[in-house]
């Protein structure tokens, strides 16, 4: 065999070879990211109709919840920007979950969470992203453990500026940090005063007792 007839062979072996790899390639990045959809109007990725957990028998409750997000359900919250128009869903384990989630904004929106079993869902994430004045509905199986999830939007600082909810299962784990309106100190001013006006009357005769001491004693001497 000419060195010119083993180069060609060489060559082609080469090109089989790197066209098996590249189709491999495809195949596996094709079904990487199992209840994967995308278009233009959002994303939707970890939807599960079916598949149980490990640890769960059957589906034991079915939720159909409507998530809206927009800046007008910051109004309620002091230091606030964005949120969504509930941040507390209470669920029992083993069921199986619907999401209607509905951006109100002309900007992106998520609602993405979190500490889910990872051989079901890719990193432990059930994740939904809606373009601004679209709607996307996806579908998740909790497992059976009592635990409290976070959920709440990835996009730079909009969680920090008030999208963040928690999902309850069973009994849960207790409150997450910084929840508005479960466990966040997001009132107006005045807010707790406002609306509790007993215990601003209550404040009002202690600090009337304080000054009063106080200038009693003051005058004695």
């Known amino acids: 065999m000419t060195r010119f007839a083993v180069r060609l062979l060489v060559i082609w072996s080469l090109l089989v070879a790197g066209n098996s790899v590249y189709g491999a390639s495809e195949h596996h990045h094709h079904h990487q990211m199992p209840g994967m959809s995308m ?14 957990p490990d640890d769960c028998k059957e589906i034991t409750g079915e939720y159909e919840i409507n998530v809206v ?6 109004k309620p ?6 949120g969504f128009n509930e941040h507390e869903w209470q669920v029992k384990p ?3 979950i619907t999401v209607n989630f509905k951006n109100e904004d002309d900007v992106r929106h998520q609602w993405m969470l979190h500490g889910l079993p990872k051989y079901l869902y890719d ?7 809606a373009s601004g004045g679209y709607t996307q509905t996806g579908v998740f199986i909790v497992p059976s453990d009592d635990k409290t999830y976070l959920v709440h939007c990835d996009i730079a600082q909009h969680m920090e500026k008030g999208m963040k909810a928690q999902l309850v299962v069973g ?3 207790g409150d997450l940090w910084s929840i508005p309106g479960v466990s966040a100190d997001f009132e107006r001013p005045g807010g ?3 609306t509790r006006p007993g215990l601003a009357g209550l404040l009002s005769v202690f600090i009337f ?6 200038g009693f004693r003051f005058f004695r001497l």
Not at 39 to 52: F, H
Not at 77 to 82: E, R, V
Not at 123 to 129: C, I, L, N, P, Q
Request: proline share 0%; charged share 15%; with cysteine.
């Open 123 to 129: 990193r432990g994430m059930f994740h939904m992203e």
């Open 171 to 173: 009994s849960g784990g």
């Open 209 to 214: 007792i304080v000054v009063f001491i106080i």
């Open 77 to 82: 919250y002091a230091s606030t920007m964005f």
């Open 192 to 194: 707790i005063l406002a």
């Open 69 to 74: 997000a927009g800046t007008s359900y910051a």
């Open 94 to 96: 083993c069921s199986r």
């Open 39 to 52: 278009d233009a109007t959002g994303m939707v990725m970890g939807n599960n109709k079916d598949k149980l």
